[in-house]
């Protein structure tokens, strides 16, 4: 069973930088997409960032520029570096990792990690 365990997020000022971790239990290589997504109060849970195996990217157009997805396969991380943090930003982090093999697909989420962010 794959487990993904993200980093503590945190409280942060407007303006401030803040980087997520994930760890899983098995290799990121292994992984065909890992992904963070996030979800704030009262709102549905959103698409952050990608990276597939093959080195694509994909971020939400509310955070191009500012965040950067990142995968470490030789520590089997994937990262979140947060720039110019603001208040919306605010909401729980989720890791995702999606394998597929034999072409079924399995999907692995981490526990959640809150990040708030102060004006």
């Known amino acids: 069973q794959v487990q993904l365990v993200e980093s503590a997020g945190g409280l942060v000022q407007a303006g401030e930088s803040l980087r997520l971790s994930c760890a899983a239990s098995g290799s990121t290589a292994n992984f065909n997409v890992m992904g963070w997504y996030r979800q704030a109060p009262g709102k549905q849970r959103e698409l952050v960032a990608t990276?597939?195996?093959?080195?694509?990217?994909n971020y939400a157009d509310s955070v191009k520029g500012r965040f950067t997805i990142s995968r470490d396969n030789a520590k089997n991380t994937v990262y979140l570096q947060m720039n110019s943090l603001a208040p919306e930003d605010t909401a729980v982090y989720y890791c995702?990792?999606?394998?597929?093999?034999?072409?079924?697909?399995?999907?692995?989420w981490g526990q959640g990690t809150q990040v708030t962010v102060s004006s």
């Open positions: 990276s597939t195996r093959g080195g694509s990217t």
């Open positions: 995702r990792a999606l394998k597929v093999v034999a072409g079924t697909s399995y999907e692995y």
